[in-house]
């Protein structure tokens, strides 16, 4: 096997592939990028049993092949290269790598060991891929990051019609995202569960490129895949499997008190506020009037408070969250300014965001909060 190639192409497809490397393969030949020269194209795969990722790029071959090599060692090597042509020559048991004056010899891994790529779905839809970014990034901030859980570290995704909701939860926050795509099947309806960080890495690295093609099995009964692919990049994930909470129903129909209040204010009131919150402590927030006082820290301790100006509808209220869940909710909340909706002091906050103070609250975006006990 050999070709030459372009070496931002090359450092481009090599990062891409690396980033789904298992730091623990369960196999050594699973620390490999697989790299396949044949028509023209270079396809370059990384497998760990979960997740695939595979990117085509094209090349000038002149012999083609197939080889297998230490993928976090090839990343670090075509990173520092300088920008020039990059030859790739298998010989007897070797790689050598070439870039104008720099060469790299690098042991090959046993082809024939590496497990097949699983098969890509068929496409069930597309979907506009800054939509797909932003709906990620504001479910994500919701989903569980403690493995020990893993029903509560993926995202659940409802598909009717033209309509995806994806839902996420780690029991303390709930976040709720609806959007539109394109189905191939308009009478489609369908469910699955995906780890949350599979979707933040395709949203990363597929969500710039244009349409998303959403692959699912046609049977879903023998559903064990979704993959995703955009711009020559293929990328699967292994579903995961289990019982999802029913969250929907704990999302309010009604509240009796409502806080309007400048997104960006908050924000950076928070972030000051709760830099004398210790760990597991709690911000304050008491809505009065035409403001809403923060406070964290108290007695010999150090403390804290501002005040934001509030829009507020209702009777006075006093509340606290956990200020990290707090602000990751409003970094995402994705309007102007942020409604806060409030039954009582104990039950949930639900945060929607606004473009305008007087004008309506985002419907498809609703994030649910847990307030945390204020002692007597």
């Excluded at 890495?201 to 979704?226: K, Y």
């Amino acid at each position: 096997m050999k070709f030459t190639i372009g070496r931002d192409v090359l450092t481009d497809a090599v990062t891409w592939t690396a980033r789904s490397l298992s730091p623990r393969p369960p196999v050594p030949v699973l620390r490999g990028l697989l790299i396949t020269a044949e028509n023209n194209l270079v396809s370059i795969a990384s497998f760990d049993y979960e997740t695939s990722a595979q990117l085509d790029v094209e090349a000038h071959i002149e012999t083609d092949g197939q080889i297998l090599v230490e993928g976090r060692m090839l990343n670090d090597i075509v990173k520092s290269l300088p920008n020039a042509p990059v030859t790739i020559e298998l010989t007897e048991s070797r790689v050598i790598l070439t870039c104008q004056n720099s060469t790299f010899t690098l042991a090959t891994m046993p082809v024939e060991e590496y497990p097949a790529l699983p098969a890509m779905p068929e496409v069930a839809g597309t979907i506009d891929g800054s939509v797909f970014s932003e709906a990620i990034s504001q479910v994500a901030a919701a989903a569980s990051k403690d493995d020990t859980l893993p029903i509560l570290t993926a995202v659940k995704i409802e598909i009717e019609g033209d309509t995806i909701t994806f839902l996420a939860t780690d029991r303390y926050r709930l976040a709720m995202k609806e959007i539109t795509w394109t189905p191939h099947n308009p009478q489609i309806s369908t469910s699955v569960l995906v780890k949350s960080r599979t979707l933040t890495e395709v949203a990363r690295s597929l969500g710039g490129g244009g349409e998303i093609e959403f692959r699912l099995a046609a049977d879903e009964d023998e559903a064990e895949l979704v993959g995703f692919s955009s711009g020559g990049r293929r990328t699967t994930s292994l579903l995961v499997d289990g019982e999802y909470p029913k969250i929907r129903s704990l999302f309010p129909e009604e509240s009796n008190i409502y806080a309007t209040v400048d997104t960006g204010q908050l924000v950076e009131a928070v972030k000051r506020v709760a830099l004398v919150a210790e760990r597991n402590t709690s911000l304050m927030m008491m809505f009065s009037g035409n403001e809403v006082a923060l406070s964290a820290g108290q007695g010999d301790d150090a403390s804290a408070t501002e005040s934001v100006p509030v829009q507020l509808e209702g009777e006075d209220i006093t509340v606290a969250f956990n200020p990290a869940y707090l602000s990751e909710g409003l970094n995402v909340i994705g309007g102007q300014y942020t409604r806060f909706a409030f039954t009582s002091a104990p039950k949930p906050a639900l945060l929607t965001g606004k473009q305008e103070l007087e004008g309506p609250q985002n419907e498809d975006y609703r994030y649910l909060v847990m307030p945390i006990r204020i002692p007597n």
